[in-house]
């Protein structure tokens, strides 16, 4: 299985923007798909997550009705839409993959994961 992460830039706080991640070699559709982000010297930590099937979302309290997740499942991607960038979202974002049903929002629960693509709001 490989994550490819990609969309990341340079925005103004404020701004908006969208980061994507293809899945390949992935088997089946029952599998969940999430963000976590990390900020140099800090612990990775969840963003957002969503079910195999897209009817389920999860997010973090800092995120939550700035940021929306959403897939593809055609395409086997997930995209994380950002809105009202802060400085504080500025870190490498990290897609990651899960076989099941569940969606949860710990590092530990996830198989597979992207390269990262960095995200640097500026204020």
């Known amino acids: 299985v490989q994550l490819q992460a990609s969309g990341g830039g340079l925005v103004q706080a404020g701004g908006s923007l969208r980061v994507s991640c293809a899945a390949s070699g992935i088997t089946g559709s029952r599998y969940a798909l999430a963000w976590f982000r990390q900020a140099p010297g800090k612990e990775r930590e969840f963003v957002a997550a969503?079910?195999?099937?897209?009817?389920?979302?999860r997010y973090a309290d800092s995120v939550k009705d700035r940021f929306t997740i959403s897939r593809d499942i055609a395409k086997n991607t997930v995209y994380l839409q950002m809105n009202r960038l802060k400085a504080g979202d500025t870190a490498i974002y990290y897609c990651?993959?899960?076989?099941?049903?569940?969606?949860?929002?710990?590092?530990?629960?996830?198989?597979?994961w992207g390269q990262g693509t960095l995200v640097t709001v500026s204020s």
């Open positions: 969503i079910n195999w099937s897209g009817g389920s979302t």
């Open positions: 990651a993959a899960a076989y099941g049903f569940g969606y949860e929002p710990r590092v530990s629960a996830y198989n597979y």
